[in-house]
């Protein structure tokens, strides 16, 4: 049987981490995976995840399975968070996940069963394991233009025009905010016309909130994630707590299923359930648990926003740096979007011998489409990466 194995296709960012890790030179720069780090290269455990961590030593007398849904409670806090009041309560199925990737393979499993036929439009780029994991799941799948190389930012024209040919029933992907790879987003006027488009298509919008809080803060990253909720009438989200509360390898992340109505709430929520155990039975626990005591204490809370902010504006401020010394060497704005974009990541425009180039000639590591880790820069490597850029003639 094993021999029947082929091998299959690395991913090309954890190759890249790979690639970084086996490379000598002392002075290589990391902007590869997604991962937040400080100005020393470490990603920190938070001040609160801490605490919460703490205390759950402290006072968990017991490991035995929760539901096959996860805690509620940590349902409630999630929902919350991301929708805020935008959609009754009654209306929403979740089910916690291993991560947002686990969140994204129920929510596919659970259009898969519900509409076999339907396409799931992706927008291009797209973080690569998007279509990885519908091609593996052999769902239909195509694309809508998103990202404009020469402006760098949105190319909304182009994106309606791709979200006209889609189908009654279909599915339609969206970053909810801070756009894996680009770093450029759509703005709230933007999102109430694809909001109204997929309406009056008949479309479902399934949105992929991995970075709330990275981009121009916690409610404000999720405002077209709750724009589009009041608007529709269904809707998929998955979300990730891997980067807001930094606890990546705890896999902590939520399935939420927008209705209609109540009345269909018993359905979705068992279909999820029916999912998370032919899957992986129980969802992991351990970082769902510190999230909800971190989002229903209000000390603990305070104190993650706090320094949840602190994480944002220094991303701002690594940004604008970037920008400004990429200003001064190129003599031209050309690089000003980088400013302008949001989250944790920007697509520079270079080609992949560019790319290829300032990792052979300066050690520095980002993802052959030229997505930058912002998290990834500090004071020192900031005007190094600039004259790299320049010298590779981007
Ligand atoms: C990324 O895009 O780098 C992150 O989402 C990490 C990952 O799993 O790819």
């Known amino acids: 049987m094993l021999e029947m194995l082929k091998a299959q296709p690395a991913d090309k960012i954890l190759a890249l981490m790979q690639a970084f890790r086996d490379d000598p030179r002392t002075d290589k720069i990391d902007l590869g995976v997604g991962v937040y780090k400080n100005a020393e290269g470490h990603t920190p455990v938070m001040r609160a995840v801490k605490a919460a961590e703490r205390r759950l030593v402290e006072t968990q007398d017991t490991k035995a399975y929760t539901g096959l849904l996860g805690d509620p409670a940590y349902s409630d806090a999630m929902r919350e968070m991301i ?6 309560a009654d209306r929403v199925s979740c089910a916690a996940t291993p991560g947002g990737t686990g969140a994204i393979r129920q929510a596919l499993e659970l259009i898969k069963m519900a509409a076999p036929e339907a396409t799931v439009w992706l927008s291009a780029p797209t973080w690569p394991n998007h279509p990885s994991i519908i091609k593996y799941l052999g769902m239909k799948m195509a694309e809508y233009r998103y990202f404009d190389d020469a402006t760098r930012d949105v190319d909304f024209a182009g994106m309606m025009a791709d979200l006209d040919r889609i189908a009654e029933g279909d599915v339609v992907l969206l970053h909810g905010c801070c ?3 680009t770093g450029a987003n759509l703005t709230l006027e933007h999102w109430q016309v694809v909001s109204d488009h997929l309406n ?11 970075y709330q809080g990275f981009g121009d803060g916690l409610d404000a990253d999720a405002a077209g994630t709750r724009l589009m909720a009041r608007n529709a009438s269904q809707m998929l989200i998955a979300a990730s707590c891997s980067k807001n509360f930094g606890i990546y390898r705890e896999r902590t992340g939520l399935v939420m299923a927008i209705a ?7 359905v979705t929520q068992g279909t999820l359930a029916y999912l998370n155990r032919q899957n992986y039975s129980f969802p992991p626990d ?9 989002l229903n204490d209000p000390e603990l809370r305070a104190d993650w926003m706090a320094e949840l902010e602190e994480v944002r504006l220094g991303m701002l401020s690594l940004r604008k740096h970037l920008a400004e010394e990429l200003r001064q060497r190129s003599n031209s ?4 979007f980088i400013a302008d ?23 520095i590591y980002m993802i052959g489409d030229s997505r930058i880790n912002i998290a990834g820069l500090n004071a020192r490597t900031i005007p190094v990466l600039a004259q790299a850029i320049i010298d590779a003639g981007v």
């Open 83 to 88: 929708l805020g009041d935008a959609v009754a």
């Open 179 to 181: 756009h894996n790879p």
């Open 200 to 210: 009056a298509k008949g479309a479902i919008p399934f949105i992929d909130i991995a």
């Open 260 to 266: 209609d109505n109540a009345a269909m709430k018993p």
């Open 286 to 294: 351990h970082g769902a648990r510190v999230v909800t005591m971190i």
């Open 333 to 336: 704005d050309r690089f000003d």
């Open 341 to 363: 974009h949001r989250g944790m990541f920007s697509r520079l425009g270079a080609t992949p011998e560019q790319v290829e180039k300032m990792r052979a000639d300066d050690g």
